[in-house]
């Protein structure tokens, strides 16, 4: 009880002398509002970030393996250069693997390239171009807005017919109606018989911008030496592992490996871009957190300098207070106070500041938002900035004898 008396009345008296200052306080805090701003805008926007990767990633599918013959992410420059000599997946490989792979829920065979897309008067360049099957969709989770996505008749066909993304179909055709209309990839015609909803982006890649064709269309007009990917959804994430492995045996067997010798090919999955964005965002993390810690440093400084002129100031105060019975560890809890509340003051500016930035943010570049982890970690760190410039200068007022203070002028 009596040290909460205490504090109360050490709460009391450090307001008091803030209020007697408020332009010096107000000064002082432009430091802490800096280092705060800077803080809880970094949390902020990584937290922003990770929510619309893991909305981005999450189409990717948990359970779903891409063959390739790149790994994604390459350690180096020379596993790049030494995955470029492998040879491709070609369309006989990934019709035997298809074949072979009936423990899985689906296979689809991916072949990609960039075209120009035309209709009647209207073009889009840079326009993704997708050859696969009717598999693509249940792996990929495509979802068709209108008409139709590609059947085992149309892969197995050869008719030429494609599905168009939300993007390419309000380019081309404004209000009107796709389904129907022929539309020119490159230099040759294919029948629109569906349309996809939007999806948005996935890593800064339009999923709107492209056309799926029948994987034997793409082959025909791309050629035969094509490099093909196999996108394998297993369908029970708890055995990934062991699917893993059945995808990778099956791949040996169709690329004729004899034992020992290394895999020409790779399987990526998902948690691939998931430690890649980690990564990322800890490097991020540590740049903010270095120049936060600099502002914070700065402010500090400031503050301490601040709380000694403070002390000066305020000699024959201590003096009188310890005459008539103050103690030490009193004084050095006003002290200390004051300075806490001083940076918890610039610590709460600084988190009004940066919401409004978030604000902008959010509405202007990308999805950003200050979680309650964030606010009350921008606040600790406000308060242990005061802590630690208020220390020094508390525990000087605090050690100051009586009698010397008083003769203090």
Not at 3 to 25: P, V
Not at 214 to 237: A, C, M, S
Request: proline share 3%.
């Amino acid at each position: 009880m009596k040290f909460l008396h205490h504090f109360r009345e050490a709460i009391g008296a450090s307001l008091d002398a803030i209020r007697a200052n408020k332009m010096r306080a107000g000064l002082s805090t432009l430091g802490i509002v800096i280092g705060i701003v800077t803080v809880t805008l970094m949390g902020a926007a990584i937290n922003g970030l990770n929510q619309a990767f893991i909305r981005s990633i999450s189409s990717m599918g948990a359970d779903v393996l891409y063959v390739s013959r790149y790994d994604w992410f390459p350690a180096n420059q020379a596993e790049w250069g030494q995955w470029r000599h492998r040879s491709k997946i070609n369309s006989a490989e990934a019709e035997a693997f298809s074949q072979r792979a009936v423990s899985v829920q689906a296979v689809a065979p991916v072949g990609e390239d960039d075209a120009t897309v035309k209709y009647q008067g209207r073009s889009g360049n840079g326009v993704d171009v997708i050859g696969t099957t009717d598999g693509y969709r249940a792996i990929n989770g495509a979802i068709v807005a209108q008409g139709r996505f590609l059947t085992v008749f149309d892969a197995a066909g050869t008719q030429p017919v494609c599905v168009i993304g939300s993007a390419v179909a309000t380019n081309l055709f404004r209000t009107g109606d796709p389904i129907g209309q022929d539309i020119k990839i490159d230099d040759q015609f294919y029948q629109v018989i569906g349309v996809l909803e939007p999806e948005g982006a996935m890593l800064g890649w339009s999923l709107d911008n492209r056309v799926i064709i029948p994987i034997r269309q793409f082959l025909q007009q791309y050629g035969d030496d094509e490099d093909i990917d196999l996108d394998v959804k297993t369908g029970n994430l708890a055995n990934l592992p062991e699917a893993r492995e059945t995808v990778r045996a099956i791949m040996r067997q169709v690329r004729h490996l004899r034992p020992g010798q290394p895999d020409d090919f790779t399987i990526n999955q998902q948690d691939q871009f998931i430690g890649w964005f980690h990564r990322q965002t800890r490097t991020i993390a540590l740049i903010g957190l270095f120049i936060t810690s600099l502002a914070l440093f700065v402010g500090g400084i400031g503050i301490m300098n601040i709380m000694f002129v403070s002390v000066i100031e305020r000699t024959r105060e201590i003096g009188v207070c310890k005459a008539i019975g103050a103690r030490s560890g009193t004084v050095l809890l006003q002290f200390l106070i004051e300075a806490i509340c001083i940076c918890l003051f610039g610590g709460v500016i600084g988190l009004s500041l940066a919401w409004l930035a978030t604000l902008a943010v959010s509405k202007w570049l990308f999805p950003a938002s200050i979680s309650a982890v964030v606010a009350g970690a921008s606040l600790l760190v406000a308060v242990a900035t005061g802590v630690a410039s208020g220390l020094l200068p508390a525990w000087r007022a605090a050690r100051m004898e009586p009698v010397e203070a008083l003769r203090s002028e």
